[in-house]
């Protein structure tokens, strides 16, 4: 897979992404640091939502392939500045999460992040899972085999272990 790094705004969902892109149970876990796990890096919000902090962010896209950029649907303004993509050599992806909340406005969410820049915008909600496959399509390599890709044997009643992608 290829290697994404999460930013975004504390409570943007970033953490509850991974945990959906890794197929585990959903808890809610505050992130205290930079937080590599394979494929996913993920990062504290605080960093994000200060200046200085900021320009680690910038620093650690080095450590990607891919960054993804968050703002969940019930955000009430953007944290991102028109154009900060080019702060980065790496592709940058929005990813606009919470799509499941009745109370926001995904389309608002997607018009913010292609003003900062993503020309790519997957839309997902970590709770139902929706769009969580669209991403892992999108980081999968050559090689890499996605749990539903998987052949599963016929005529066995044995539980079959999901492979782990990351
Ligand atoms: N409705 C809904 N809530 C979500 C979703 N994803 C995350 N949340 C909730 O949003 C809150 C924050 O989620 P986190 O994943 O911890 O957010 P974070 O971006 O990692 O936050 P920091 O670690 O503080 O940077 C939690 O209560 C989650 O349960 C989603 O897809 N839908
Ligand atoms: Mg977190």
Redesign the pocket.
């Given at each position: 897979m290829r290697k994404i790094v999460?930013m975004?705004?504390?409570?943007?969902?970033?953490?509850?992404?991974?945990?959906?892109l890794k197929g585990e149970r959903?808890i809610?876990?505050?992130?205290?640091y930079i937080n590599f796990q394979g494929a996913l890096i993920?990062?504290?919000?605080?960093?994000?939502e200060t200046k200085r902090l900021g320009y680690a962010l910038a620093l650690y896209a080095y450590e990607a392939d891919v960054v993804g950029l968050?703002c969940?649907a019930?955000e009430p303004f953007s944290l991102f500045p028109p154009n900060v993509t080019c702060m980065v050599n790496r592709e940058v992806v929005g990813i606009v999460?919470?799509?499941?909340?009745p109370n926001?406005n995904p389309s608002r969410a997607a018009n913010w992040l292609k003003l900062a820049g993503c020309k790519k915008i997957f839309f997902?909600?970590?709770?139902?899972g929706d769009g969580v496959a669209e991403i892992l399509q999108y980081l999968k390599e050559p090689g890499d085999v996605l749990p539903w890709e998987k052949k599963i044997k016929q005529n066995t009643t044995k539980t079959h272990k999901i492979t782990k992608v990351f």
């Open positions: 999460l975004g705004r504390s409570g943007a969902g970033k953490t509850t992404l991974t945990q959906a959903i809610y876990q505050k992130t205290q993920d990062t504290p919000g605080e960093y994000a968050l969940s019930t999460t919470k799509t499941d909340d926001g997902v909600s970590s709770y139902s």
